[in-house]
């Protein structure tokens, strides 16, 4: 099995910044794409950012420009530095991997979600 663990979610006023980490563990052959995703109250999920493991990335249109997603492949970790945070922001992240485990299988995995408000 595969975990993903966030961390680095929370309250931050508008315009402020937050960096959000994935780690992945378990019976890991080789990482994929890594992504992260957010829903809204009332809303569906949505890709925020994705990386793949050579490093190509994918925004949706409302963070480009504000949000950089990146990864380091020794430390089986994505990260979603998040800038000039607004208040539609407001979400419960979660990370997403595409991950092929020890028996060759392909599988897709996500973390439990992390809490990000953006308010003053």
């Known amino acids: 099995q595969v975990q993903l663990v966030e961390s680095g979610g929370g309250l931050v006023q508008p315009g402020g910044s937050l960096r959000l980490s994935c780690a992945a563990s378990g019976s890991i052959f080789s990482i994929n794409a890594m992504g992260w995703y957010r829903q809204a109250p009332g809303k569906q999920r949505e890709l925020v950012a994705a990386i793949t493991s050579g490093g190509s990335t994918n925004y949706a249109d409302s963070v480009k420009g504000r949000f950089t997603i990146s990864r380091d492949n020794a430390k089986n970790t994505v990260y979603l530095q998040m800038n000039s945070l607004k208040p539609e922001d407001t979400a419960v992240y979660y990370c997403?991997?595409?991950?092929?485990?020890?028996?060759?299988?392909?599988?897709?995995?996500w973390g439990q979600g992390t809490q990000v408000t953006v308010s003053s």
């Open positions: 997403n991997a595409v991950v092929t485990i020890a028996t060759m299988q392909i599988v897709r995995y």
